[in-house]
Each structure stands twice: as C-alpha cells, then as structure tokens.
C-alpha cells in the first residue's frame, strides 16, 4: 500500500536516513579491515557500540516504514519505532531545509505519522479520561467572553469554532479546555491527567506539544488559518469527533 501524500515526506527522509545509516555501518566496516593492529582494536571497540545503536535505529526505521506503509504493527518493537520517529523529527527539518522542503510540511506530515501510530495503538479511554485542547486563536477575536479562564464562559454563538467544541464536548462528556500557550497547555496536562488528548493547534505547536508530552497519546489536528497565523482560527469539527470516537471506549 502506498503510504499517503501527507505521510509520504516523513517516509522518504525516513528512506534517506535507512541509507545512511547502511553508508555509515559500511565505511566502519572498511576502516576496520584496512587499519593497523592497534587501530583494529579500537575500531572493533566502536564497531560493538555502534554496532549496538545502527542494530536498534535501523530496527525501529524498518518498524516504523512498515507500520506507515503498511499499516502492519510489528509490537516488539513498537518503543524503537517511537523513539525513532521522534529522535528523527530534529534529523527530518534539517535534511528537509537542506532538500528545500517547507519546515510545515514536514511537521503536517510527522503529525499524520504520529496519529497513525496512535491509531495503531487502538487504546481507548473513557470520556472523563479525555481532553480536548484547543488553542486561544480559535476564539473570535472580538468576543469579550473569557473562555481561556474557563471554557464554558462560551456562550455557543456561532462565530467560532469554540462553541462547536463545547457542544461535542458536552455530547461525548469529555474534558476541553483552551491553553494561552505551552504553560498553560502543561497545566492543564498536569491537573486533568488525561490519557487521551485531542490537540488541535498550528503545526509547529503541534509539534512541540507531541514531544513535550510523549507518555500521553495525543492526536494532532492542524488548525484551519484563513486570516493568517494566530488570528480567528478554525478547525474541522468532523476531525475532532471521528478523532473522539476513535479514541473513546464504545
Ligand atoms: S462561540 Fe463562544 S467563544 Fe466563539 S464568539 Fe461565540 S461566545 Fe465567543
């Protein structure tokens, strides 16, 4: 199965990464058998360690291409597949700056592999257990009510998303909440203790939310920017409620 257009960036570096890593295990091996005694030794020394590291890296890369490609789960080796993915990501904006790839793209697409991981997990909570957590810019930037203190200041008028979130929120009985910023949203973390989040944000918070909070499955949903960055923000609230029934116990 061909993996889909979103994930198909994440995919290829993570290819470009197989090779290196085959480039690098090759060139010790050749310094190894031309070098002096002295020098064989030390190589063989570094050889086991490195050895070791490429063994593991290269396992969770294969874990992790077959899992994105298709859609097998190979669980014994479902913690080097995560680890990889996110010690990756760092690997990925770079090569990707290099490749003249936007630095959004690779983060929509590590989102999309991220919430087909979590996916795979087919782990599912309770409502109590799950929190929606949305961003300030999804608010009307004129509304006066104070919806980051509490969320249900929102009185579901319609001129934003946040009124669509509180009724899902509402239906399914889950937790939701809006986070000012990182602080915040780790705050928030911190005093509902959800095992499941339904995060929607820009990319690049995204992101950032996913590796601030690893032991937590969180779904990723990219906001919707019509006006531009930080300003009256949307999102698909079909994403937020087939995300929920994916992620809530039936
Ligand atoms: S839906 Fe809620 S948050 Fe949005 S403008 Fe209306 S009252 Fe304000």
């Known amino acids: ?33 031309s070098g002096s005694e002295v020098g064989r030794w030390a190589w063989f020394a570094v050889i086991i360690l490195l050895s070791g ?17 298709s859609h097998q789960n190979i669980s014994i080796l479902s913690r080097a597949r995560e680890r990889v993915a996110f010690a ?4 990925a904006l770079r090569l990707g700056a290099l490749l003249g790839i936007e630095r959004d793209r690779i983060r929509a697409s590590f989102i999309e592999v991220n919430n087909q991981l979590v996916r795979q997990r087919q782990e599912r909570v309770r409502p109590q ?3 929606i957590l949305a961003p300030v810019c999804l608010q009307e930037a004129e509304c006066p009510r104070k919806v980051t203190n509490d969320i249900r200041q929102c009185r579901r008028c319609g001129r934003c998303s946040v009124g669509g979130l509180l ?17 915040k949203a780790r705050q928030l973390l911190q005093d509902l203790r959800p095992e499941v989040v339904i995060a929607i944000a ?6 950032s939310g996913l590796q601030d909070s690893r032991q937590i499955l969180v779904r990723g949903i990219t906001n919707q920017r019509p006006h531009g960055p930080c300003f ?19």
């Open 1 to 33: 199965m061909v993996p889909d257009e979103k994930k198909r960036v994440f995919v290829a570096l993570l290819s470009i990464s197989l090779m290196v890593v085959a480039g690098v295990a090759g060139v010790s091996w050749y310094l190894f058998r």
């Open 53 to 69: 590291f490429l063994v593991y890296a290269a396992a969770g890369i294969v874990s992790l291409l077959v899992s994105l490609i």
């Open 88 to 91: 990756f990501l760092p690997l």
């Open 129 to 131: 257990e799950l929190l």
């Open 167 to 183: 009724e899902l929120a509402d239906a399914y009985g889950v937790h939701a909440a809006i986070a000012t910023g990182g602080t």
């Open 202 to 207: 820009c990319e690049r918070d995204l992101v």
């Open 232 to 250: 009256n923000t949307q999102v698909d609230l079909e994403k937020v409620k087939a995300a929920l029934e994916a992620s809530l116990l039936p």
